[in-house]
């Protein structure tokens, strides 16, 4: 409502009023505020402190004849003389830190320093570690691509059906694969079980019966050196050579001497699976076994594949159709004696640490490449150069893995030692074209020139001499065990411990575990669908077209290096060793459609490879050649070499 002329002078004056009010009552409490702050704008005065440092000890000179080196154990100087005299000598203390191996003092155990006093050294030994990895690298490609730009009246297969093509060769394979790796352990007491479980099932291998495939078993020493394909050499192959020809010259798809190049590629995929392991974990020159001793190496190797090709073309066209298989080993073991001392004779004294359980070094690597590339491509060309890629993918899982650990002079188990290092690699691939053209044709056509490498290395440095318990380490194993530091005399006077001043002994009241597995698979499924209309691009001279519907590269390579020295191993139970390699290869030339067989796939699998899902809705001349492409996941291929 409106005031009159005085109502509204004197609200106005009201209001004036009650904001000067309150504008004083802020001020005087923003004063107090500054006024508290103004106590403190000031730095304080500084505090004067004098420091004094003192020390009783005194820089001196050169010490001649005082021989101090980095060693794998702590030692502490203790020092029974006058402080004076100790003083005068300029000698406090010695500490040696565990930095490298190395050889001992050249000083005695006992020993004066220029006449003051005797010292004496007290040792601290470290004990060992465990450790444990578990790497799983995994990729997985769906690529099935179309590719239409011209109705030639081909009815297309669906590329969903050949995923079930490809889940057949994987059982395939797995038929064939016989080397397998441990299964990863729940647990630490697992890790022995699952490592013997798997020397038994090794010991136990004998080749599979498969018509056409091609085979070879070996064990001990004919297992031993470079194995190729089931024969000896004395070279291992190169991988760089044995590549296809694309990847090795790829300037040969591109433009020469001004002809005109037309590119299809729907092939081109590489997959490679890499792995090293590298250990020098636990060692000694004499290691005594209290239980049973295992040592295995295996190497198990597989190439499964289907390259049949369908091609209707003209003659003159030049046509390459051969796919590469190579299982490559090198089983080795080289010496690598301890290192001479300076010291001559036997132990003066021992040092000991203990473990309580196990020690374990323990690695899986499992890598797998899964991949359906199913193109399907009609196509005319229009321009005047055309580089069309479907494919050329590639897929990489690579592990690096390097542990560096302890070395004692005699290692002393209660339990078990076991020693299992094993490779398992399988390739599998499905390469089955189809490539049809009409019309003249001038160029290559590179349906197959696939590589299948498999690649392992299993590397020892020390070579191990297995010997049945004597009575002085077994009679020291029982004292250690009773928690004494003793050892028996006859391990003292033993000749392996010769040049060793200090005996440093590790005591594992369990078992020492060293299992390296390693496990790589590959899995590609390449079936290609071409076709070509190759009459719209003839010029006077023709014209040069390059069709690559393989070239595809699947490439395992893992390497197991054990590092360590020459070792006596006394063992008072049972021995057993053994190196076992394995290589099969298995070509499959029926029809990809016809042998995948369902029945062993899952229910949504079976629903995805339904007749009305795989074939074409029409029929004729007149048909869509643009194939049906279903949304339901594809057939799983995990599960077949998983199983």
Known sequence: MAFDDKSEIIAHFIGIFNINTEAARLRSDYDKFRAEVKKTDGPNDLMNVNVKVTSPYAETGFQPGLNI???SYSAQLNVAAPAHSLQDAGVKALNIQKIALGTLPDLPLDSQIGGFGVYSFTYFLHPPSSVATINIQQNLLVDDDVFTNVDLGIEFVNPAAFHAAVNALATTAETLQIVQIPDLPENGDAIAQNALATVEVLANATAPEMEGATIDLMRGQDAVGIVENGNSTDEVSNLRDAMPEVKQTPESVETQDDILVHVVNTGGSTMVNQAVVTTNWLDAPVI???????????????????????????????????????NTSTITTVANAVAESGYTGGPETVVVT?????????????????????????????????????SDNTLINMADLVELGFQYDLI?????????????QTNVMLDTDSIHVEGSFSGNIDGSDNLLWNEALIYQSGVNTIEGMTDSYANTAMTLESGSDNVDDGVLNDEAMDGTQVL????????????????QVNVLGDADQVALASETIQSEDGANIEVITGANTLINVASIIDLGIDSTIYVGGDQYSDAMLYQAGFVSTEDPLVVSDTSGLA???????ADDMIESPQTGNDADIAPVISNEPPADVMQSVLA
């Open 69 to 71: 080196n980095n060693y």
């Open 288 to 326: 005594a076994v209290m239980g049973d001793y295992i040592s295995v190496s295996a190497v198990g190797q597989v190439n499964v594949w289907n390259d049949t090709d369908t091609i209707n073309i003209a003659a003159g066209a030049v046509i390459s159709s051969t796919t590469h298989g190579m």
């Open 354 to 390: 203990r473990i309580e359980g196990n020690v374990v070094n323990v690695n899986y690597i499992q890598q797998y490449n899964f991949a359906y590339d199913n193109d399907v491509v009609s196509v005319t060309f229009s321009a005047t150069e055309t580089y069309l890629e479907l």
């Open 412 to 424: 002393v188990i209660g339990g078990n030692m076991i020693d299992l290092r094993v490779i398992s």
């Open 504 to 519: 440093r002994v590790l005591y594992i009241e369990g078992d020492l575990l060293d299992v390296q597995a390693i496990e």
């Open 603 to 609: 229910s949504e699998a079976v629903l995805f490879l």
